[in-house]
């Protein structure tokens, strides 16, 4: 079983509108979760980054929330853009396993006008 | 953009030969990881690379091998290549081996037929 799992596996929006993307872990313990936006084709680039203490994290439009107890994560994304159509990664670093980042599937996010 | 550059950028391979992917890291950065992305699916740690010696591996298997350089740049070699093998290669560099930001390249797309 995958130790991180996000949903939906991929979503349509229309322009302007918001969305909430979610990511459900078994990892644990942990020392930080990663959101990362990837563009078909291209590497991940990083949206926010969140300890294990933190519930939330803001970067720009994108916010990250993070419930420890629940294991569960989510980012929030206020008036899409086109730009905004892309791959969105969950990342799970596990305590002491700094060098191997555990990747959930994805979210495919589509904008449309 | 990253810094972090990947050559080539698509590569074709028949079964059973072998291919080297290339990487050149963010100036500064002294740790290399590398993943393999398979098409619809999150990146899978293979290995990192931290001061040209290797510091952590993934599930994969020993027909996948690396080499870091002094000036930090790194090598990824798959011999005997499978069809399975065919996905995106990306690596990423950071300036420390301990959970630091890591910053991803565009990426290697290797086709094995």
């Known amino acids: 079983k995958n130790q991180v799992e996000q949903s939906p596996q991929s979503l349509i929006i229309l322009e302007g509108k918001n969305c909430t993307l979610q990511?459900?872990?078994?990892?644990?313990?942990?020392?930080?979760l990663r959101w990362y936006k990837q563009d078909t084709g291209r590497g991940p680039v990083s949206l926010t980054i969140m300890t294990f203490s933190e519930n939330t994290k803001s970067n720009g439009r994108y916010t990250a929330t993070l419930d420890a107890d629940t294991k569960q994560s989510s980012l929030h994304i206020t008036a899409s853009q086109l730009s905004d159509s892309a791959s969105y990664i969950c990342v799970v670093i596990p305590s002491g396993g700094y060098n191997k980042l555990i990747f959930g599937a994805g979210t495919r996010l589509a904008v449309h006008p | 953009e990253t810094g972090v550059t990947q050559s080539p950028t698509h590569l074709i391979k028949t079964r059973g030969q072998q291919v080297t992917l290339r990487c050149s890291s963010q100036s500064g950065h002294n740790t290399v990881s590398w993943y393999q992305q398979a098409l619809g699916q999150g990146p899978q740690f293979i290995f990192q690379y931290y001061r040209e010696e290797e510091n952590g591996r993934g599930n994969f298997p020993p027909r996948f091998s690396g080499l870091q350089f002094p000036n930090y740049s790194s090598e990824l070699n798959v011999n005997a290549l499978e069809l399975d093998d065919s996905a995106l290669y990306l690596c990423?560099?950071?300036?420390?081996?301990?959970?630091?930001?890591?910053?991803f390249g565009p990426g290697t797309r290797l086709t094995v037929t």
């Open positions: 990511c459900n872990y078994t990892v644990s313990p942990f020392s930080n």
């Open positions: 990423a560099s950071s300036l420390r081996q301990d959970g630091d930001e890591q910053y």
